[in-house]
């Protein structure tokens, strides 16, 4: 007897914080139009890396997400990308950190994964692979929106006030939930983290991920968070599930959590109970805000936020639906 055809699934996110009700029509349409390009892939019989690829390329594209063009900036003003990609059947992956000069950073991850040895290239190097794999490089400028030197010149007032946003310092060492509620109130939880990623299951049982990032609001140049980096912000394996993370890099990057969450599944858990653990695992341990995307090879799913809104999109062959919070 012929084992049933799996049905295609696409999970999509924009973001976790506290999204304003001005930018909640925004968030919604971009996830929308990214989960359309997404499903269109898998309902034409499409792989499921080419359908996160694309999903994940829409939003870049959308200066609505802090992933490519309208990204935050770093303190000296510039826009530095990361961006992963994993394939869960050939357990395949491709990351690439700090580039400026890539419109799509998720495509120079696909040439990673593809065309080179390697599973990790940054800055310089990783500009130039891409390049020369057929990718056309650009001004950091053209990356560079008017509202992010804005946000970035009321931010250094800030901090030059010192009431700099405190997204994790110190988290990690408050033992009081109540404090860290208290703190994430007055700082990170309601600045933006619209990090993006999808997570899709295609009709021949093979699942995938992918996640892109500006990073943080006023970073130092050349910091990297858990976007890019294998097992943290993102994952994928047919043996267990496949995930993205968005919200607070550094917590998410010491607990390993997109690798803890998929282990969950491969030892049982159901996906949506697995999403609700990581992220009270996230806040319990580490003080940690942010948001989760899990999809099983099965096709069961989950997503799930500590912050007060997330921007998700799940698409199937019966549906698809949108959403700010759950």
């Not at 939880?189 to 996640?211: C, K, P, R, W, Y």
């Not at 006023?218 to 919200?247: F, M, Q």
Request: aromatic share 6%.
């Amino acid at each position: 007897m012929r084992a049933a055809t799996p049905k295609p699934v696409l999970v999509v996110h924009g973001g976790a914080w506290a999204i304003p009700d001005d930018y909640a029509a925004a968030h919604e349409s971009g996830v929308r139009k990214a989960m359309e390009a997404g499903f269109a892939v898998l309902s034409r019989g499409g792989a499921s890396i080419d359908a996160v690829e694309a999903a994940v390329t829409v939003m870049e594209d959308d200066p609505t997400f802090d992933a490519g063009r309208g990204s935050f900036l770093t303190s000296d003003g510039r826009v530095q990308l990361d961006a992963l990609l994993m394939d869960g059947g050939r357990m395949k992956a491709g990351g690439v950190a700090c580039v400026e000069r890539l419109r799509n950073p998720i495509q120079a991850a696909r040439l990673v994964l593809e065309k080179s040895p390697h599973v990790y290239f940054v800055g310089a190097g990783a500009e130039e692979f891409a390049h020369a794999n057929g990718m056309p490089l650009i001004e950091n400028s053209e990356l560079v929106l008017d509202r992010e030197r804005e946000r970035l010149k009321q931010a250094k007032q800030r901090e030059a006030a010192g009431l700099a946003d405190d997204t994790f310092s110190g988290l990690e060492d408050d033992k009081s939930p109540e404090t860290a509620v208290a703190r994430a109130a007055e700082t990170a939880e309601f600045q933006s983290h619209d990090t993006v990623g999808a997570v899709a299951l295609d009709i021949h049982g093979n699942l995938a991920a992918g996640t892109s990032t500006g990073g943080t609001l006023n970073k130092t140049p050349g910091r990297v968070g858990d976007s890019s980096l294998i097992g943290c912000g993102c994952y994928a394996d047919n043996l267990s599930a496949a995930v993205s993370l968005t919200g607070w890099g550094e917590p998410i990057m010491k607990l390993v959590l997109g690798k803890w969450a998929v282990d969950r599944v491969a030892a049982g858990t159901a996906p949506d109970l697995a999403t609700r653990e990581a992220m009270s695992y996230l806040f319990s341990r580490l003080g940690g805000r942010g948001g989760i995307i899990l999809l099983g090879p099965d096709g069961r799913f989950g997503l799930a936020h500590n912050t007060p809104a997330m921007a998700w999109g799940v698409a199937t062959e019966k549906s698809m639906e949108t959403g700010l919070s759950l």
